[in-house]
């Protein structure tokens, strides 16, 4: 997910954005733009076909909640698109609320758990329980939730993960071997996915 040079210019922005820069905040999107997208369409394509949600509109809505937040402080590159995660996570779980609204308690929204689950080809979850799951899970230990949102819903890998979170890349490993394991128990279980 890195790019050579992009580091530095984004957290740049983001400093002076922070300092109250509307040019930077302008500029900003431009340098981001691209791999939130790559983010938000790799989100969508382990949604079900038919989905509505497009990646542009995903990206779009997750940017503008961030310019809205406020005393937002992100300190760097890795925070910026680990808060887009967090932000694509809640729009992604308002999307499938409301659809299950719509429909009156049917079309839970499913998506794969592409990189938790072990099997060959990961079954179906749906996002709702996945954000109740990574909800109990951050009461059991919120760095292992912190690091699924980073690994699932940016992208970001285990050495970006373990920069975001300011611990060693074998405590990320650990971390993520163990909410791996935690997910695939509350979310697969021995009779596959749970829907509570």
Do not use: C, N
């Amino acid at each position: 997910m890195s790019q050579p040079g992009s580091t530095r210019p984004v957290t740049s922005l983001l400093r002076d954005w922070r300092g109250g820069s509307q040019e930077a905040l302008d500029l900003l999107l431009p340098l981001v733009y691209s791999e939130l997208r790559h983010v938000a369409a790799a989100r969508l394509r382990q949604e079900p076909a038919g989905h509505t949600l497009q990646a542009t509109a995903l990206v779009h809505e997750a940017y503008v909640r961030l310019v809205d937040l406020d005393q937002l402080t992100l300190t760097d590159r890795t925070h910026f698109f680990a808060m887009a995660a967090r932000l694509m996570r809640q729009i992604l779980v308002d999307h499938a609320r409301r659809k299950r609204s719509d429909k009156r308690g049917g079309g839970a929204t499913l998506l794969t758990l592409d990189g938790v689950a072990a099997a060959a080809s990961p079954p179906a979850v749906d996002v709702l329980d996945l954000d109740t799951a990574l909800e109990e899970l951050t009461t059991v230990d919120e760095r292992l939730a912190r690091v699924v949102e980073l690994k699932f819903f940016v992208g970001l890998t285990l050495a970006e993960t373990a920069d975001a979170l300011h611990v060693s890349h074998a405590t990320v490993e650990r971390d993520w071997a163990m909410a791996k394991a935690w997910l695939q128990r509350r979310l697969l279980g021995p009779k596959g996915p749970a829907h509570s």
